[in-house]
């Protein structure tokens, strides 16, 4: 079945230095792929999701590719902020007809310290 | 525009006792979705509605879990006889469809403790 693998559950890196959180997945069809983010205590929300033409999204200085040869939508930041210390999660959502229920990610937890 | 509306936030409840939580979506959006928020597990699926229509419950406990959404303005998730694993943050998110694609909006959560 379709899966989404987060394989770092805690990075933690300095104020300024670049970012990359990997999401790896699995899917039978050609799904659409989700970053969310969640800072403490608040609602997780939408940070990125994937484009169907090969567009690369970007918001707030985090961008994402969406490679189906490796079938990676890895999330990128050139310089981090102490405000990017958050959980992120990856998930997946089927192409196929009407299908709702995203695949998630464990999550990967920033840290950005000064 | 608000957002989704989840209640209460926070909730102590003694071993063996029924815990209801409430969550008012978006206004305008047809699906409903509840989710359960642990450190081990991450988010996982429980529940969903579209257009007050139960879809997919494949993610609820059985026996003890329910869920129901009596008006396109209010869902609810019941635990019955509550037990100290049902400790967790548990999420509620609407969307405008069910489209693939389709971007889900959380509420702030209803953190659940089972004493």
């Known amino acids: 079945g379709d899966s989404v693998t987060q394989t770092e559950g805690l990075v933690t890196l300095t104020e300024g230095l670049p970012v990359m959180l990997n999401c790896t997945y699995q899917?039978?069809?050609?799904?659409?792929l989700f970053w969310y983010v969640q800072h403490l205590n608040e609602a997780p929300k939408l940070l990125l999701k994937s484009f169907t033409d090969n567009k690369r999204p970007e918001h707030q200085g985090f961008h994402a590719t969406l490679h189906k040869s490796s079938s990676s939508f890895h999330l990128q930041k050139s310089s981090a902020q102490l405000s990017d210390s958050a959980l992120y999660y990856c998930?997946?959502?089927?192409?196929?007809?009407?299908?709702?229920?995203?695949?998630w990610g464990l999550g990967t937890s920033l840290v950005v310290n000064p | 525009n608000a957002g989704v509306i989840q209640t209460p936030r926070h909730k102590v409840t003694g071993k063996g006792q029924e815990a209801t939580l409430w969550c008012e979506p978006i206004s305008g959006h047809s699906a409903v979705f509840w989710y359960r928020q642990t450190i081990v597990q991450g988010l996982e699926f429980l529940t969903y509605?579209?257009?007050?229509?139960?879809?997919?419950d494949s993610g609820m406990p059985k026996e003890r879990f329910s869920a129901q959404m009596p008006n396109q303005s209010h869902s609810t998730l019941k635990i019955q006889s509550t037990q100290p694993q049902d400790s967790a943050v548990y999420l509620c998110?609407?969307?405008?469809?069910?489209?693939?694609?389709?971007?889900?909006?959380f509420g702030e959560g209803s953190r659940l403790i089972v004493v």
């Open positions: 998930a997946l959502s089927d192409s196929v007809g009407d299908n709702s229920k995203l695949i």
């Open positions: 899917s039978t069809y050609s799904p659409f």
């Open positions: 998110a609407s969307s405008a469809g069910t489209l693939s694609g389709n971007t889900l909006y």
């Open positions: 509605f579209r257009n007050q229509a139960p879809i997919d």
